[in-house]
């Protein structure tokens, strides 16, 4: 009988140390390690958060980039008045393209001079006559969007010109201007 008493009392023992180690250390290392967890885990999801802001950084900096490039391109279309002769050989190799011939280009610089002192992007008005059939100058006209300049439309009459046996068309336009003084 001794011997299970003493038997007895050592699992007694051994469940009281067990228990004890389960209440004094196994439960508050567990709160600890469950507390590590939720702060690893915020620290995981605060560092996806800071890789998905990296990544649209680098796409709006790329955005911004291509913008600047783009703004850039469009303020080299804009001629300044010294530019009007390159303006008339590009226009007429444009037109050859077309297989136009260009009778005639007149910049309006009177009005243009009124307006341009004062504007910093002015409209200079021109006046072109082109000779050949009428897709060609209408395909002409759709294409000055290519051009290295800008250029519109305002007014076309087209007649046709029974000695030469073509058609001649009379295109008013507007050149955008930049006045570089300023």
Sequence with gaps: MKIKRVFAA??????????GWYLIL?????????????KID??????????????????????????QQDLRRARERFISKEELSIVTKDLDKHAKKYRLDMANFSPRLSSYFKESSNEKVSTLP??????????????????WEELPFYI?????????MEKEKTLKAVILANLYTINKDE
């Design 10 to 19: 050592l699992i007694g023992m051994l469940i009281l140390v067990i228990v």
């Design 26 to 38: 196994h439960r508050p290392m567990q709160k600890e390690i469950n507390k590590t967890q939720v």
């Design 42 to 67: 915020n620290l995981l999801e605060k560092l996806q958060k800071a890789r998905k802001a990296q990544i649209n950084l680098k796409v709006a900096k790329t955005r911004y980039e291509q913008g």
């Design 126 to 143: 021109v006046e072109m006559e082109v000779m050949g059939d009428y897709l060609n100058i209408g395909r002409f006209i759709e294409s």
């Design 152 to 160: 519109t439309h305002e007014e076309i009459s087209i007649e046709y």
